[in-house]
């Protein structure tokens, strides 16, 4: 299984922007897939998640109402539409996905749940 991100980039503070994961070995969609990111000197944080399951989306709080996670079966591609972002949205961005179809839901924010990494992107804001 590998993930391939990308779509990061500068951006202004309230700006836009869409980053793309691409899986190849496995129908992505059919498994709990994630973005997490990590800002430097701090630790992984859990941006998103999906959960084939029943079907929901997931959100850190600091990004529910701004970040939207979206799925492409055709495509074989989760994305990450990022809007309004700030500053403290500045990090390198990692898509995820477990090799099991099913997560408990109290795993489903944990890094250890997720077991093939993509390589990151990074997005910066700039105030």
């Known amino acids: 299984v590998q993930l391939q991100a990308s779509g990061g980039g500068l951006v202004q503070a309230g700006g836009s922007l869409r980053l793309s994961c691409a899986a190849s070995g496995r129908t992505i969609i059919n498994y709990p897939t994630a973005w997490f990111r990590q800002a430097p000197g701090k630790e992984r944080e859990f941006v998103s998640a999906f959960r084939p399951n029943n079907g929901n989306m997931y959100y850190a709080d600091s990004v529910k109402g701004r970040f939207t996670m979206s799925r492409d079966s055709a495509k074989n591609t989760v994305y990450l539409q990022m809007n309004s972002l700030k500053p403290e949205d500045t990090a390198v961005y990692y898509c995820?996905?477990?090799?099991?179809?099913?997560?408990?839901?109290?795993?489903?924010?944990?890094?250890?749940?997720?077991?093939?990494w993509g390589q990151g992107t990074q997005v910066t804001v700039s105030s």
């Open positions: 995820a996905t477990s090799k099991n179809p099913h997560i408990i839901l109290s795993r489903t924010r944990s890094g250890d749940a997720y077991d093939y």
